[in-house]
């Protein structure tokens, strides 16, 4: 039985690049970090890297966690990432956008006042 989200893969086809980026959008270094997969530790999940993958903006879209949506956009295009969907109200406060990050991937993310830590297991 499924018990909740631990780890979203980002294939790229340039993990060292790759490794760079996503340590200026953490905001830290990874905490495993292998020529094979590379992961960064984000408020109890995990946001991996696999070289050699197919990059896409389709299939599954998770949606990381933030305190400011439209910061958080104007962050990641500052860091080169492409618009996708801007930052829009989806209802009860809850905004959600994402961007295509340097590598072909989507990332997502969301702001939901709603969210609580303490259901997380």
């Given at each position: 039985m499924l018990l909740g989200l631990r780890t979203a893969i980002y294939p790229v086809k340039d993990l060292t690049t790759a490794k760079a980026w996503f340590t200026q959008v953490v905001g830290h270094s990874p905490y495993f970090d292998q020529p094979f997969y590379v992961g960064f530790e984000v408020g109890g999940f995990e946001l991996g890297l696999v070289p050699d993958g197919t990059s896409g903006t389709s299939g599954p879209q998770p949606l990381w966690g933030v305190v400011d949506a439209s910061a958080t956009m104007n962050r990641l295009l500052e860091l080169g990432a492409k618009a996708l969907e801007p930052v829009h109200n989806v209802g009860d406060g809850i905004k959600v956008a994402a961007v295509e990050d340097p590598f072909g991937n989507r990332?997502?993310?969301?702001?939901?006042?709603?969210?609580?830590?303490?259901?997380?297991?």
């Open positions: 990332l997502g993310f969301i702001k939901n006042p709603h969210f609580s830590v303490g259901k997380v297991r």
